[in-house]
C-alpha cells in the first residue's frame, strides 16, 4: 500500500497568513494527488486533483503542486471559513489511501 | 445539482450486518465511479471501497479492513449505490460517505454525500 504523510499534523495561523502544508508519498502516484478540506461534523469538500488542479468552484487562493513525490497545498491570505482540516489522498493505485490530515487553527 | 444522499445507518450488534444506500441525482450516474469512504469517531478519513461505472463492467475495488465483509454494488436504473456490511465488528463504527468520482487524469473524487452514521455496539 502507498503511504501518505502529511506535516505538520496541526498548524496554528492568523487570518491573512499564507500556508503550505505538505503530503509525501512512500512512492511515486504520477501526480494522481488529491486534496480535500473537512470542517467539524461536515462532510469533505474536494479542492484538487492532479495535483494542481483546482476543482470546479473553489477559489484560486488554494493551489497545489508537485515534486516527485512531494506535494504541497498553499492557502493564501487566510479567512475565518479556511480554519478546518485538510487531507490529502492518492489515486494512483488500490488501496486509495489518506493522509492522516493536517488541522489549520486560528492563532 | 449533484446530490448524494445516504441512508440505512443505525445501531447493530457485532456480528451483525447493515445495508448503507446513497441516491443520486443531479448527474448521469452509469458515467461514474462511486467510492464508499468512512470515518471513525475523531479519527481521519478512510476509503472503503469502489464500484466503477458501466463501461468498466460494474467491477469493484475494496480496502484489505473490509474485503470479503462488505460488498459494494449499484443499481443504475435506479441512480442508487449500496453497500451491504456484513460481519460487522466494533472497529467499523464510522460515519459513512458515499463520493462520486469523474475522469480527468485518473478517476478523483469530486462530490460527497453527508454520510450516514453506523454505530457496532453489544
Known amino acids: 500500500d502507498i503511504q501518505m504523510t502529511q506535516s505538520p499534523s496541526s498548524l496554528s495561523a492568523s487570518v491573512g497568513d499564507r500556508v503550505t502544508i505538505t503530503c509525501r508519498a512512500s512512492?511515486?502516484?504520477?501526480?494522481?494527488l488529491a486534496w480535500f478540506q473537512q470542517k467539524p461534523g461536515k462532510a469533505p469538500k474536494s479542492l484538487i486533483y492532479?495535483?494542481?488542479s483546482l476543482q470546479s468552484g473553489v477559489p484560486s487562493k488554494f493551489s497545489g503542486s508537485a515534486s516527485g513525490t512531494d506535494f504541497t497545498l498553499t492557502i493564501s491570505s487566510l479567512q475565518p471559513e479556511d480554519f478546518a482540516t485538510y487531507y490529502c489522498q492518492q489515486y494512483n493505485s488500490y488501496p486509495i489511501t489518506f493522509g492522516q490530515g493536517t488541522r489549520l487553527e486560528i492563532k | 445539482e449533484v446530490q448524494l444522499v445516504e441512508s440505512g445507518g443505525g445501531l447493530v450488534q457485532p456480528g451483525g450486518s447493515l445495508r448503507l444506500s446513497c441516491a443520486a441525482s443531479?448527474?448521469?450516474?452509469?458515467?461514474?465511479?462511486m467510492d464508499w469512504v468512512r470515518q471513525a469517531p475523531g479519527k481521519g478519513l478512510e476509503w472503503v471501497g469502489r464500484?466503477?461505472?458501466?463501461?468498466?463492467?460494474?467491477?469493484?475495488e475494496y480496502a484489505a479492513s473490509v474485503k470479503g465483509r462488505f460488498t459494494i454494488s449499484r443499481d443504475d436504473s435506479k441512480n442508487s449505490l449500496f453497500l451491504q456490511m456484513n460481519s460487522l465488528k466494533t472497529e467499523d463504527t464510522a460515519v459513512y460517505y458515499c463520493?462520486?468520482?469523474?475522469?480527468?487524469?485518473?478517476?478523483?473524487?469530486?462530490?460527497w454525500g453527508q454520510g450516514t452514521l453506523v454505530t457496532v455496539s453489544s
Open positions: 463520493a462520486r468520482s469523474r475522469y480527468s487524469s485518473g478517476w478523483h473524487t469530486d462530490y
Open positions: 464500484s466503477r461505472n458501466k463501461a468498466n463492467s460494474y467491477t469493484t
Open positions: 443531479g448527474f448521469t450516474f452509469s458515467d461514474h465511479y
Open positions: 492532479a495535483a494542481s
Open positions: 512512492q511515486g502516484i504520477n501526480n494522481y
